[in-house]
């Protein structure tokens, strides 16, 4: 992931920008399994057709943001089946003008990755495998993540879908402390995947049969992130861990949604609290917008400059 700054005096310098960087990221993503353009909040503070949840990521309770590692005019995600892979187009941006520059980056990867009953897994830096609680058909992806007609968005928004990423780091030594069935107590599933009742992992647990959590607990981070397993989170997330060395390790986290507020906001005010919190902390990331496919975005800006 690169965040850039573009460097423009007026809304129409702006929009001439963004119609070059997007060129050029279309130009450098053939062979590259996954490129994907964002737009910050601070791309629309001369323009009146904002996304209408578009605002710069706040702090939550117990974030301590890095300034240097926050927001920024455009996010580029690249993926592939190797660092090498995405490396290369990531530089060509970055060396392509001086009219935008470097704000952060961060890269990941996906441990253990594979697919199971359609979801794609992965392990993360506790060693505890994450991505069951995606949908498995491409609709209800589309349902959670794509912004539709009706949502009070402009009509250039629609198709398009809100991305938040946060950069949280594991206190993994810590963690290791704990005995695995702690740990299972304070996630609220086994190691594999599998609810603490005995469910099986792409199942629904029932919850409402432990009001008082004594098997599952009622500040695990299932259960707070979903208490109702009924009805899903309305988001579509995908992570990557990093590890940076000298025991700075963690997850690069990021979920897509088409209403920020009744999905990832809802989904963090819940978590407040959770027992998992002394072990991760969240230093950086950013809200953005993936705008739908074609040049309406820019046809939109243009005329609102």
């Not at 959590?213 to 990093?242: C, F, K, M, Q």
């Not at 590890?243 to 990832?264: E, I, K, P, S």
Request: net charge neutral; hydrophobic share 35%.
């Amino acid at each position: 992931m690169v965040s850039l700054d573009l460097d423009v005096f007026s809304g129409r310098d702006q929009v001439a920008l963004l119609q070059e960087l997007s060129a050029e990221v279309e130009r450098v993503a053939h062979g590259v399994g996954e490129c994907v353009m964002a737009l910050g909040a601070s791309v629309f503070k001369q323009s009146r057709v904002r996304p209408r949840h578009l605002t710069e990521m706040p702090s939550f309770a117990g974030d301590v943001l890095d300034p240097r590692q926050v927001h920024g005019d455009v996010l580029l995600q690249f993926g592939g089946a190797s660092l090498a892979h995405v490396v290369r187009p990531a530089e060509e941006i970055l060396s392509g003008s001086r009219h935008w520059r470097l704000r952060w980056q961060s890269s990941g990867f996906r441990w253990g990755n594979r697919k199971s009953g359609g979801r794609a897994l992965a392990d993360n830096p506790f060693r505890f495998t994450e991505g069951f609680g995606n949908p498995v058909a491409d609709g209800e992806a589309s349902d959670r993540a794509i912004v539709r007609a009706g949502q009070q968005e402009p009509d250039w928004a629609v198709g398009g879908s809100y991305q938040v990423v946060r950069i949280i780091r594991f206190a993994t030594e810590l963690w290791d402390k704990d005995p695995i069935g702690e740990q299972e107590r304070i996630i609220g599933r086994r190691r594999n995947g599998r609810w603490l009742d005995g469910t099986p992992a792409d199942e629904r647990a029932n919850f409402s049969a432990d009001p008082q959590g004594s098997v599952t607990p009622l500040d695990a981070h299932v259960r707070r992130a979903a208490p109702d397993p009924r009805n899903h989170p309305e988001i579509v997330r995908r992570s990557y861990s990093y590890d940076l060395g000298g025991g700075d390790r963690g997850l690069v986290f990021t979920c897509f949604q088409r209403d920020l507020a009744n999905g990832f906001e809802a989904i963090q005010k819940r978590l407040e609290g959770e027992s998992m919190s002394k072990y991760i902390l969240t230093t950086g990331g950013g809200y953005f917008f993936i705008p739908p496919p074609g040049n309406r975005w820019i046809e939109a800006i243009a005329q609102n400059a």
